[in-house]
């Protein structure tokens, strides 16, 4: 028993020291966010908001701040509404060809970013599709597709069909028995996979490096750009919000889940 007692005490401790080891950093660019001096120092000498009203006034941070979001939205919305048709097929339907359609459509979550970046750049190059908004998006939906569709394959999976037959025993058609009951059922699972394909996007820099132009430079790569061109406290302040998103969308997911 004192063994175990022993192995269950380390493993805990292991286990804090691991987070530690993960969390620390990302504590540290917080706090130091919110410090008032431009050379950073331990421990701070005070709190500020300096470099927040910095972000606020400086053009292109905010640009970048405006393309991100608005990239991770366009392709959130393109995942989830193949996410969630994908889904239907693999869920609902039978044909030949699904085990080759599943292969395709959970490579994304094998295959490094840095290797989709390079093979998206080269297909673009050969269909003669430029560079810009619409290669990001198409390339953060595909790289997002394979999360929405679990998360709503999931949903379906455990659904109860026979509301959708009351339905249609009731004068419905299938469509209507869609939009009236499936759809609001499955609509949780559908919402969580968007916010993590959102999440996803606004944090992707592997594939995005390839295809992006300077008037689609995205937070991620802004700050890849500042580190290697100066070193702004403003940078603590890009990762903060980083942070703050991609902690926010997956506790909205989990809200959702729970919830419904």
Known sequence: MKKIFNGTRL???????VYLFIFAPIAIVILMSFHPREIVSFPLPGFSLKWY???LTNYELLNSLRISLTIGF???LLAAVIGTLAAFAIVRTEFKGKEVLNTMIFAPMLISPIVMGVALLSFFDFVHFP???LSVVVSHSLIALPFVVVV???RLAGFDRSLEEAAMNLGANRFQAFKSVTLPLISPGIIG???LAFTLSFDEYPATQFLATPSTTTIP?????MIR???SPEINVLATLMIVVTVTAPLITYYFFREK
Not at 11 to 17: A, E, S, V
């Open 53 to 55: 009203a910095s972000f």
């Open 131 to 133: 560079r810009g908004y």
């Open 229 to 231: 061109t100066e070193l």
């Open 74 to 76: 366009s392709a959130a």
């Open 152 to 154: 709503v394959a999931a």
């Open 11 to 17: 493993l805990k401790w292991t286990t804090i020291l």
């Open 193 to 195: 996979g968007a916010l």
């Open 221 to 225: 790569i802004r700050i890849f750009s």
